[in-house]
């Protein structure tokens, strides 16, 4: 028999593989995120906001944007210290779906529109949420950027110079001097080698020149994620002490400022985003507020981005939970879908708890942020701390869990899964890693303004479920004496309720009933899919699913 003589033949037909999770509104199909922006926008705002949101869930839905993201991640920025003459030029060359991206997100007002339309934050904040699901490592410069303007509010003139420049709508890569420009975007650099997150041990010197306010740095940043924004927040030692400074990466004149690249960080995920280690060397900055006080002063900037890491891993957990049980909705085994057999039914009820809490928690943290009343700024001091600590590190467990309700295909790249369990660990480290912010929120706890807030926001749920009163009782019985060995329970706990009474008093009571009944009255293994089989698990999973 010749070769030409055999005919192909088909071994196997593709049967039961679930159709990708694509051309669905990521808005839409979030029944916690849609609520709490219904909730918490105002009403002459919300259909506007809302019209917004679905555009924009529609956009991070379709395989278009879904494959741009893809690109970005599986082809990472490139360090270019010289040009082909030996010319210092220190950049990072992005694949053009890097680009791609960051106009979206800045155009959709991700990076400014916080600072400047009403119920900003809730918007600003549901809305990345939504894009994040596309690709998370972009989300590192909009968040600094958004972050950076509280901090640029402390000095008129400095304000006046960037905020502008930092919340337009119009993104423009490539360094060129910043007042031609239709768009900047900011960066941060606090982290040395020698200090970590202690940056009081940080040695770049700052000397002062003969103009008021103008300094040269000589030092190096350990950290520096988006280094070519356009401009940065620095942290340096000034006669006075630790002072904070605008660097910006190209001088008025046109001329590049100091900025040496030594070389970009090889990361566990985020691989789209450029985290490189920096040298200073006679780099021009201007110091933002007093000698002595930058910490306080980007302090600032640290509230707004550990804000955009509780919304980050919300954002992963929630796109966890989607996939995970849009897989289950379609793929049969043992002789029925696997969404209907008891024991997935669990686990997915129960990864569908814990994002629906995230996702709550996080809308009513922006609404804090909205609001002018000094309880709710209290109120946000202690929250956000609480919230960056629990929240960052219950997206590893769910991105874990998520990953394995897909089985081997979960293992798998093409699945999307193993990105967003390298990326989970991310937000617990970055802003302050656990202890740090465990810490935090026992120098919060010392105010009593804060304590009285946040205890005020417990208070509203109060009487709604045995389980939940109880803990609320005992928590206060916790917080007469707490040391600094006992602050990781005392913060989980302090999320744990925060959560529960939100769940309370704006989910279905589904939701909130196995929640509390699990994560405050002991009735939980440990692992998800522990829950009890007599709750109306279905339901639960059922308002997680997302349809296309």
């Known amino acids: ?46 259909a506007e906001v809302e019209g917004e949101l679905t555009a924009l869930g529609l956009a991070a839905g379709s395989a278009g944007w879904q494959r741009l993201g893809e690109l970005a991640n599986t082809n ?30 800045v155009s959709s007002g991700l990076t400014g529109d916080a600072w400047t339309r009403p119920s900003g934050h809730v918007r600003r904040a549901a809305g990345f949420y939504v894009w994040s699901q596309v690709e998370f490592g972009h989300g590192c410069p909009v968040s600094m950027t958004h972050a950076a303007v509280p901090a640029l509010l402390t000095d008129p003139q400095l304000a006046s110079e960037w905020v502008p420049r930092l919340t337009s709508r119009q993104y423009q890569e490539g360094l060129e001097p910043p007042a031609q420009k239709a768009g900047c975007i900011a960066g941060m650099g606090m982290t040395e080698k020698q200090g970590g997150s202690d940056v009081r041990a940080n040695t770049t010197r700052a000397v002062p020149l003969d103009a008021a306010g103008e300094y040269l740095l000589t030092g190096h940043k350990w950290f520096c994620s988006a280094p070519m924004s356009d401009v940065f927040l620095v942290l340096a030692q000034a006669p006075g002490g630790i002072s904070c400074f605008v660097v910006p990466r190209v001088l008025p004149d046109g001329r590049r400022n100091p900025f040496q690249l030594q070389r970009l960080k090889d990361k566990l995920g985020n691989k789209s985003n450029a985290s490189s280690e920096v040298e200073f060397d006679g780099t021009w900055a201007r110091r933002l507020g007093e000698e002595g006080r930058g910490v306080r002063v980007i302090i600032e900037m640290v509230a707004a981005t550990r804000m955009d890491c509780v919304l980050g891993s919300a954002a992963l957990m929630r796109q966890a939970v989607a996939q995970a049980t849009h897989h289950a909705a379609h793929r049969s085994a043992f002789g029925g879908p696997l969404l209907d ?21 996080a809308l009513r943290l922006a609404a804090a942020f909205d609001s002018a009343d000094p309880q709710e700024a209290d109120f946000r001091r202690l929250a956000v701390a609480v919230s960056k ?24 790249e093409e699945s999307g899964m193993p990105r967003l369990f390298r990326e989970s660990p991310l937000n617990s480290v970055w802003e302050g890693s656990g202890n740090v912010n465990a810490l935090d929120v026992l120098r919060a706890l010392r105010s009593e303004a804060q304590t009285a807030a946040f205890t005020a926001e417990l208070t509203l749920a109060q009487g709604a479920d045995r389980h939940y009163d109880q803990a609320l009782h005992e928590l206060k019985e916790q917080l007469a004496v707490v040391d600094e060995g006992d602050a990781r329970r005392v913060v989980e706990r302090l999320a744990l309720l925060l959560q529960a009474g939100l769940l309370l008093r704006f989910a279905p009571s589904h939701v909130s009933d196995a929640f509390c ?21 279905a339901a639960v999973v059922d308002r997680a699913r997302p349809r296309l």
Not at 77 to 101: C, K, M, S
Not at 389 to 403: D, H, M, P
Request: with cysteine; glycine share 10%.
């Open 1 to 46: 028999m010749s070769f030409d003589s055999v005919a192909p033949r088909a071994t196997h037909t593709v049967v039961n593989q679930p159709p990708p999770l694509v051309g669905y509104d990521v808005f839409g199909a979030d029944a916690a995120l849609r609520e709490g922006v219904g909730r918490w926008v105002g009403p002459a705002q919300r």
């Open 389 to 412: 600590y629990w929240i960052t590190k219950r997206c590893s467990a769910v991105a874990a869990e998520a990953l394995e309700c897909l089985g081997g295909n979960g293992y798998v």
């Open 517 to 537: 009944a699990s994560r405050l009255g002991g009735d939980w293994g440990r692992a998800f899919g522990t829950l009890r089989s007599s709750q109306e698990l």
């Open 76 to 105: 990472p920025p490139v360090l270019r210290t010289h040009d082909r003459y030996g010319n210092r030029i220190d950049e990072v060359e992005f694949h053009p779906a890097w680009h791609q991206l960051m106009d979206k997100a």
């Open 341 to 361: 057999k008891p024991l997935m039914r669990n686990v997915l009820a129960d990864l569908a708890l814990e994002s629906e809490a995230a996702t709550t928690t």
